[in-house]
């Protein structure tokens, strides 16, 4: 026990992106992180990971049917035991291996306090939050003072480099997004009659030790990779050497690639040779070299959108690395949170659609008859009300089930990667400094803090005498970027809407290839074609992504605090759901009218149906939604372009006024 936070105390701080890590992937890769910074060893290897989790429960499901054809009872007895006994040591092991990362934490914690001489806050802290044995039952003590409601308790990211806490009530009273407030909603759910914390697979317990390593460990500790652990000064000194130097061949910024972007780009090209190897030798009979050129297709035409968002036009306002991780957040992670609330709530909603439909039939029908009595007939003897439920229904498939939760997927998929191209400047010196900078920082902090009319020196010891805005940057008018790490605001706007666009290819990258391989259409490459094509001539989810870069510029560059998550994802909400809505709702309308003169034996209704997909009706109606849904996509995209040439002015006046400001401060000191 003794936390310095409480465990459901996951996004109190919409700052902090280590939360949106913790409900990521069941919280595995901070997880991994809290291990490798707690105990100092590697996590077990992700081929092993994938054996234990991902094969061996396929295999013990397929001896379970296999055991349902036994006679043998003594057979079936022996292989259900074997089962249940290796789940059970499954479980067990994952058990065993969390409790000693968290033990590991708790041990470091208690050396610290015991270092600081601070037992009685130690003491203290326990008898407030005292939880459980973590993995019992799954289940916390209730632990329910927050950081939010507790002045005295420090958040972790209020703390300096060397792991000091400090006050910033201007940084922690900043007003609760819309994420903060669904999970206070939803954690009340959580707490029951005996005073427990429910846990899902332990992600809140995840993020109540990074929030405690936070504390314990200085912000240059905590700067590393995820899944590699590699630090950030290891890689980001020649990626900051190229964009000083001006470097523009692509060869050389994709040679200054991190261990994970490497590993990331690797397994691209491992992956696309495989197919190659299939296809060519003809090993499996659905995969041939023109799915291959699919395939190819639907990544080129990502990295098509990236050369000019990106390398084109802002090559140096964001790293080629950082290119390669948002890319692979999208693709890989985003896509699968995605899939997965987008099941919970289509299930919901189908359930309230079929309840809706009984209803209906028991209102406006024979009760005797019920469901049974849904036809054609009853469905065209009730048109109006089967078109009102048809648009209820496409509401609620467009706006929640997709817009809502790809949008909310995208925003979490960037605000969880960290890179050092977004570090403070500060902490751009503590990365890339050495070890002997390291030691002169940590003196002239010393010093800065015992003389507090000095506080302003620290940075311009550290660089000779000279102020880190002189240093590191000179305003040019002619160019948005700055040397030395040091950006101006309009060069990290392109960054922030870079990275964000960046994520949402990713995104609909991946979204391409399951539409295009796995949407149920008929089989053959011309399908898979046009299909791409059609999704490529719409790119709603970079245009989507953009609009919601314009908030995220607003609250964290012009520091317009008002906007929380919600008024960030507002616009993009409003439109990708206005979008999928024209399409759903048209396509809805078009199958209710297919009822028309449709015959009542079931093999007549099946050439009727064909029939009707031939008709030039058809194609007409394809068109006006296509029209419609075109003519929302170019609204989209002239709102993002008025609003970022808006933002662009603030942001050039805003580092007008830094510039001015400087230069005043260097006069009064010359």
Not at 534 to 553: E, K
Not at 574 to 589: C, E, K, P, Q, R
Request: with cysteine; aromatic share 10%; hydrophobic share 45%.
């Amino acid at each position: 026990g003794g936390f310095s936070t409480s465990i459901c105390d996951l996004f109190s701080k919409p700052s902090r992106k280590s939360d949106c890590c913790s409900i990521t992937c069941c919280g595995l890769f901070i997880s991994d992180r809290t291990h490798f910074l707690a105990r100092g060893t590697l996590p077990p290897p992700w081929w092993k990971r994938i054996l234990i989790n991902f094969t061996l429960p396929p295999i013990a499901c397929v001896v379970m049917i296999l055991a349902l054809g036994v006679t043998d009872d003594t057979i079936n007895l022996v292989l259900s035991l074997l089962i249940f006994i290796g789940a059970v040591l499954l479980l067990k092991r994952g058990q065993y291996h969390r409790t000693q990362t968290r033990q590991a934490v708790m041990e470091r914690m208690n050396a610290a306090r015991q270092q600081e001489d601070q037992q009685l806050l130690a003491i203290q802290s326990q008898e407030i939050r005292r939880p459980h044995d973590p993995f019992s039952c799954c289940c916390f003590a209730n632990d329910s003072i927050s950081i939010l409601e507790d002045d005295a308790t420090t958040d972790p990211e209020d703390t300096d480099n060397g792991g000091h806490r400090h006050d910033n009530k201007e940084e922690t009273n900043l007003p609760a997004d819309l994420c903060s407030l669904l999970w206070n909603w939803s954690k009340m759910l959580c707490c029951g009659c005996g005073g427990c914390w429910c846990q899902c697979v332990g992600m809140c317990a995840v993020g109540q030790e990074d929030r405690e390593m936070q504390l314990l460990l200085s912000k240059k500790e905590l700067q590393l990779d995820y899944i590699t652990f590699e630090p950030y000064s290891v890689y980001y000194t020649p990626i900051l050497a190229l964009r000083d130097s001006g470097i523009s061949s692509f060869g050389k910024h994709a040679y200054a690639l991190s261990k994970l972007s490497f590993m990331l780009v690797r397994t691209l090209g491992v992956v696309t040779l495989i197919l190659a190897v299939i296809a060519i030798t003809h090993a499996v009979s659905n995969i041939t070299f023109g799915t291959l050129l699919v395939f190819i297709a639907t990544f080129f035409q990502a990295f098509f959108v990236l050369y000019f968002v990106y390398w084109r036009w802002n090559r140096f306002d964001l790293s080629f690395d950082a290119i390669v991780k948002y890319f692979s957040s999208g693709f890989v992670i985003g896509v699968g949170l995605a899939i997965a609330y987008e099941m919970l709530i289509q299930i919901i909603l189908l359930i309230i659609l079929f309840v809706s439909v009984i209803i209906a039939a028991m209102i406006f029908g024979d009760e005797a008859k019920g469901v049974q009595q849904i036809d054609s007939h009853f469905v065209m003897d009730h048109e109006k009300i089967f078109e009102w439920a048809a648009g209820i229904s496409a509401f609620g498939q467009a706006f929640l089930t997709a817009a809502l939760v790809e949008e909310l997927a995208k925003y979490f998929c960037y605000w969880m990667v960290e890179h050092p191209d977004f570090l403070s400047p500060a902490d751009m010196v503590a990365t890339t400094s050495t070890a002997e900078d390291e030691s002169h920082v940590n003196k002239v902090a010393h010093s800065t803090d015992s003389n507090p009319s000095n506080s302003l020196t620290l940075e311009e010891e550290v660089h000779g005498g000279q102020n880190i805005d002189d240093v590191d940057a000179n305003i040019v008018e002619d160019s948005d970027h700055q040397e030395g790490g040091k950006k101006t605001l309009v060069s990290m706007g392109t960054a922030i809407t870079v990275a964000m666009v960046t994520t949402a290819l990713g995104f609909a990258c991946c979204e391409n290839l399951l539409y295009v391989f796995g949407g149920g259409g008929p089989p053959g490459i011309s399908n898979e074609v046009s299909i791409l094509a059609l999704r490529s001539l719409l790119p709603v989810h970079p245009i989507a992504a953009a609009m919601q870069s314009i908030g995220v510029i607003r609250r964290d560059l012009e520091g317009e605090t008002s906007y929380g998550l919600g008024r960030i994802l507002l616009p993009a909400f409003l439109y990708h759901g206005s979008f999928d809505f024209v399409l759903m709702f048209l396509g809805a309308i078009e199958q209710i009218h297919w009822f028309e003169g449709m015959p009542d034996d079931k093999y007549e209704q099946a050439e009727y149906k064909q029939e009707q997909l031939e008709e030039s009706e058809r194609i007409s109606g394809d068109m006006s939604s296509f029209f419609i849904a075109f003519t929302i996509f170019l609204g989209g995209v002239v709102y993002y372009v008025i609003q970022a040439r808006a933002q662009r002015k603030r942001l050039m006046d805003l580092d007008f006024s830094s510039q001015q400001g400087s230069l005043g401060l260097t006069n009064r000191l010359v």
